[in-house]
């Protein structure tokens, strides 16, 4: 402690000034993959990417690495309006010195709001209110983070959830009708996923299902 307070005491301004930016810049590098998941569209992305996956019963195929980078770069895509807006009103003013941390952080959390608030539950959002025994909020910049983050993971997990369910679908009925004409063939002991995967690959590929799914998901948001 007082070896912290000798440093302040022995640096100008300038110098307490750059060692706290860096400070700030370490604190939000360690909690940036907490933030990319839980304040963006990653989340609804990697289930739904997910989901898919395992409707095809490829197993590992396409890989986690593969799932993940096409998840951060669609996130990266369709958050970039926003990570723009921030640095445009919040970190550029605030590295020139135009503008104190704690207004930084405000005009941060203004474009983080918007977009959550737009993709999250009115009951996710209230449920979290009525527990914190929060105000309710008369504006979206009203709405504390603290009940807005949690409420938003929610809301996309859900999304992600009835999004998962309609890819299901049409895997299903392939499994079901292999199924039904395996036995109806006197073939019960020869899997049906054995004899279902290439035909629901070749749909897949036939239909550009990785197109559509993508389609869907930037048409989600």
Request: charged share 15%.
């Amino acid at each position: 402690m007082n070896e912290f307070m000798q440093f302040f005491n022995n640096n100008s301004p300038e110098q307490v000034s750059s060692a706290v930016k860096l400070l700030l810049l370490l604190t939000v590098l360690s909690l940036a993959p907490s933030i990319l998941i839980l304040m963006t569209s990653f989340t609804r992305i990697v289930i739904v990417l997910s989901f898919v996956r395992t409707g095809l019963g490829t197993q590992q195929i396409p890989p986690n690495q593969v799932i993940v980078g096409l998840a951060l770069f669609l996130t990266f895509f369709i958050m970039a309006p926003t990570f723009s807006q921030v640095n445009k009103e919040a970190l550029t003013p605030l590295f020139n010195d135009k503008i104190t941390l704690d207004q930084a952080y405000e005009k941060a959390s203004v474009p983080f709001k918007e977009f959550m608030s737009k993709q999250t539950r009115q009951e996710d959002l209230q449920l979290f209110l009525d527990y914190s025994h929060a105000k309710q909020p008369k504006t979206v910049q009203d709405i504390p983070m603290t009940s807005l983050v949690p409420a938003f993971a929610i809301s996309e997990i859900k999304t992600a959830f009835q999004i998962g369910f309609m890819v299901f679908i049409p895997f299903i009925v392939i499994d079901m009708v292999v199924a039904s004409v395996l036995m109806s063939m006197g073939m019960m002991m020869l899997p049906p996923v054995m004899i279902s995967l290439p035909f629901k690959i070749l749909l897949f590929v036939m239909v550009d299902g990785w197109y559509l799914v993508v389609k869907s998901l930037l048409e989600s948001f």
